[in-house]
């Protein structure tokens, strides 16, 4: 009897770390899984306008933040690597869809960020423009939270912050579809691939005892994402106005 408990004992175990590893590997990468056909769609079609690169904006807020986070209050490895990946990727699809802009744009003049100019705020013509705002953002928050780092309120505020931006990243999209009354150039398998790995996400957080920051806000998000699902639902369903062909035919969480 001991025997046999021992047998099925070694077997689990190993079976055990395995789940365990592909849940780590499918936190860090599960994020940048919806932005790959978007990334493909735009380099294919040569147009932007069905992704807004403030998408690109939040996430690097958040992520830079949760970075940040990690510092004051140690979370799980997965998770900051989760955060490195997702700026890398919002970098890379900032300069794609800032090269695709730029070329179709009927006028000669540039913008940059050194112009300091609040109307054109994050439309910049250059690749090295959001690079300097990003490193800009990225330097006065790291020295805040240097100066604050053994304020527990500060460090879980930041950790607040951080998620809750993420969070909130569906909400533009879900107002913009209540104005419109209609889900039209709206990717419906975009936001499904969104809800199931929010819904992952928020089980990872959950079980693997994240900040309760985390879990809170996840939760958050994926109520954010069924609501969106469901307008999709009640408007084809139930039309507010004619159609229109005009709207591209992908997008994202769009603010």
Aim: net charge positive; glycine share 4%.
């Amino acid at each position: 009897m001991e025997q046999g408990l021992s047998s099925l004992k070694q077997f689990v175990l190993p079976v055990g770390k395995l789940a365990s590893w592909i849940a780590a590997v499918a936190m860090v990468f599960g994020g940048v899984v919806p932005y790959i056909p978007q990334y493909r769609d735009i380099k294919r079609t040569q147009n932007a306008e069905g992704f807004s690169i403030y998408v690109c904006l939040v996430l690097l807020v958040a992520n830079i933040l949760r970075v940040l986070f990690w510092f004051g209050r140690y979370f799980e490895p997965p998770l900051l690597l989760q955060s490195i990946i997702m700026i890398i990727t919002m970098l890379v699809m900032l300069k794609l869809c800032t090269a695709v802009r730029v070329a179709s744009e009927l006028t000669t003049r540039r913008r940059a960020f050194t112009d300091f100019d609040l109307q054109y705020f994050w439309l910049w013509s250059r690749f090295i423009d959001y690079i300097q705002c990003v490193l800009a953002f990225t330097v006065v928050a790291a020295y805040i939270t240097y100066l604050l780092i053994d304020s527990s309120l500060f460090v879980e505020t930041l950790g607040f912050f951080a998620v809750f931006t993420e969070a909130m990243l569906g909400t533009p999209q879900l107002y913009r579809n209540y104005e419109n009354k209609s889900t039209e150039g709206m990717s419906i398998t975009m936001v499904l691939m969104w809800a199931s790995g929010d819904t992952f996400k928020t089980a990872y957080f959950i079980l693997n005892q994240a900040p309760f920051q985390f879990w809170i806000c996840g939760l958050l998000q994926v109520c954010v994402d069924i609501t969106i699902l469901f307008q999709a639902y009640y408007y084809d369903r139930y039309p507010q106005k004619p159609s229109s062909h005009t709207v591209p035919s992908t997008s994202t969480k769009a603010l």
